[in-house]
């Protein structure tokens, strides 16, 4: 009945029968997830944690084995510390900002991604996957606890879907059989095979990359010539693969990455032996090591049309998939289900209407294209299809030894950096000649803030934040509740706060959405204004 697609290293919610099961009249719920991974499970908890009854529903009974994603940027670190399961990320995870990057035998050159000071967390940890997903499981366990109305249900697989004019009729198998169940909402996080977008007769469009990677993860022995750095190699001497990359990860295991090639035997690759013969090349003969995981993948780029449909909506893989040099796939997740949340959120209690859930999709489309364009450009580099190709990027690497200005032009794979929303029909006018950083549309930058940072008092709800500016302590408009933070530049003596917020303003207002993006800013607080602008952030006045 059930053919299980991989092996769990935590069974975190094991099969128990549910009272849907027992009624004769399939129980509606105001929103169903379709997938227990990462972007499921963060769905969850942003919605469970507004009061928001959600389930999700899973063909397994917890976390896959396999490292599978490792990087984790500092946004998704942002996102999970507001959903209350930042801190024991960032303790598991190994913390990096510097990488490296050789050609041949040579480093030609090595980048820092978070050089400035003033941030809580670093720009990217190495965590593996497993990991990620049992720390948001174990916060969705103890919001449930507090009597956040969260349920997950393992070996619940959806196997139909049918689509209604204001809901979804699903039919689940379980262990003990099928049952019926319908849902207000039903949100797509069953990841790049998407069983959902198949049922719906919804397909990608993109690009498919013809070159195969494979991964190693690898238990070094005894001490390790590798710091704890992003190394890449182009055209490494050691032969084992066109390309290679290196990451080092929590429990002393390292990634390994090689570029091997289209035209290959998959299965003869993942022969232990022939996987061994690639690392021994690389690290010598005196380095001991242990296998832990291996896979074979290739680089796509593609995306669904639209996120949504109707009442469907589609987060992570399931409604985009990006290769993976660049750490976009999980990451991009994260942010799909923090510009989702909010929104359905207030349309689910009334205080938005259900037009708002089409910036979902405009937003987090724009999103995926600038992910899908920077992930294009990296494979593109890393794996020149053309002679000419070939010759530029050497000629690229070459250069970039020994002078800065073609640095920028070496693209070993742009690492993840959160979406800003240009354009957006949710941001109003800029009103304050500030940083462009933070222009309306931008992701919040951290800073300090006393004791503390700047984030940690935004909070996950609409935010008033004034920099030396007067404004009443709380404002509502149309049930919506805005919350004041009040800040002063003197309150930060390292500058930053003002650097990123301030500029050359002697004063500013931002106002913050519940994804701490910014939805508009002023030099002085004007209550029509703001009024005005939170109307339009909410779907209101577009």
Known sequence: MFDDRYTLAFKAYPYERSSDQDQEAPVRHPVVVMGGGPVGIATALDLGRQGIPVLVL?????????SRAICFAKRSLEIADRYGCGDEMLDKGVVWN??????????????????????????????QQPYFEQFMIERARALQAEGAPIQIRGKNRVDTVQVKDDHVVLTVMTPDGPYTLEADWLIGCDGAASPLRRMLGLDFTGRVFQDSFLIADIKMKGNTKFPTERWFWFDPPFKSGASTLLHKQPDDVWRIDFQIGWDVDRAEEMKEENIRARLDAMLGPDVEYEMVW????TFQCKRMEHFRSGPVLFAGDA?????????RGANSGMQDADNLGWKLG??????????????????????ADENILNSTRSTDFITPKSEIS???RDAVLTLSEHHEFARPL?????LSVPCTYDGSALNSADALAGPARTRPGSPCPDAPLGDGFLLCHLGNDFTLLTIDADAPDTLEEDGITIRRVAVSAKDDASGQLAARYLGDAGSAVYLIRPDQHVAARWTSFDEASVRQALRRATGKDN
């Open 58 to 66: 899973d063909d397994h009974e917890g976390v896959g084995m396999g």
């Open 98 to 127: 510097v990488g490296k990057v050789f050609h041949q035998d040579r480093q030609v050159f090595e980048f820092n991604l978070l050089p400035e000071e003033g941030h809580k967390f670093p720009a990217f940890i190495n965590m």
């Open 294 to 297: 291996s896979s074979i993948y």
């Open 319 to 327: 409604a985009h998939q990006v290769s993976p040099f660049g750490a």
């Open 346 to 367: 207030l349309v689910i209690k009334g205080k938005a209407p259900e037009t708002l859930l089409d910036s979902y999709d405009t937003e987090r489309v724009y999103g």
């Open 390 to 392: 070939h010759i530029f």
């Open 410 to 414: 070496v693209n070993s794979g742009r």
